[in-house]
Structures are given as C-alpha cells and as structure tokens.
Nanobody, 128 residues
Framework: QVQLVESGGGLVQAGGSLRLSCSAS????????MGWFRQAPGKEREFVAA????????YYADSVKGRFTISRNNAKNTVYLQMNSLEPEDTAVYYC?????????????????????WGQGTQVTVSS
C-alpha cells in the first residue's frame, strides 16, 4: 500500500511559477513510475507528466512541454512538478499517482490505467 500526499498548490498570477511535491509512504517508492494528472472544473482528468521509477525517462503533455518539469528523489520518497510560465488554462486540481513500470513509452505512461495509487489532489489557480 502506498499513500500519496500532494502539496505546493496555491494561487499565482499568470507567468508565475509553482512547485508541487508529492510525498509517498512506504519503502518501495523506487518501484513505481510516478505521474501527475490534473482535472479542471467541468473537464475530464488529463495527463500532465510522468517519470520512470529511477528517473531515466520522463514524458509530458504537449500543453505543458517546455514549461513544466517532473523530477523525483527516491531517497526522499518524493516526486516534484516544477511549473513555470503558468497560464490560466493550467488552473486545475493536480493529482499525483504511483503506478506499474511494466510498460514503456508515452502512450503507456500518459494513460491512467497503470496508476494504482492516487493522492487527494492540490488546487492550482492561475489568475490572468
């Protein structure tokens, strides 16, 4: 069992930055791929970014590529999402998720199916 707790959300002006953190319980953090997803009001949950279990591979949605960076520190059981050049369209609840590493590639990591454990989410609001 893995418990995930997100933090770092808040209100920021367009063009600003935030860093989200997701802390995981348990001793097997390095066994899991980690992903960030988001859900805006009235919209479906969507993939944001993912990173393989040892951080060798990372994947991004086109909408955030070049602005967001995912990273992880397995010694601290934490995954991060650095968000720069934020836009009002980035406003959403952001969720981190831990999942299986049995697949490879963007199509695998960007789908929610491999993700077993989910956090409660943290609100990010970007004002124009």
């Amino acid at each position: 069992q893995v418990q995930l707790v997100e933090s770092g959300g808040g209100l920021v002006q367009a063009g600003g930055s935030l860093r989200l953190s997701c802390s995981a319980s348990g001793r097997t953090f390095s066994s899991y791929a980690m992903g960030w997803f988001r859900q805006a009001p009235g919209k479906e949950r969507e993939f944001v970014a993912a990173i393989s279990n040892y951080g060798k591979s990372s994947y991004y949605a086109d909408s955030v590529k070049g602005r967001f960076t995912i990273s992880r520190n397995n010694a601290k059981n934490t995954v991060y999402l650095q968000m720069n050049s934020l836009e009002p369209e980035d406003t959403a609840v952001y969720y981190c998720a831990a999942g299986s590493t049995s697949g490879i590639g963007f199509s695998y990591y960007s789908d929610s199916t491999p993700y077993i454990y989910w956090g409660q989410g943290t609100q990010v609001t970007v004002s124009s």
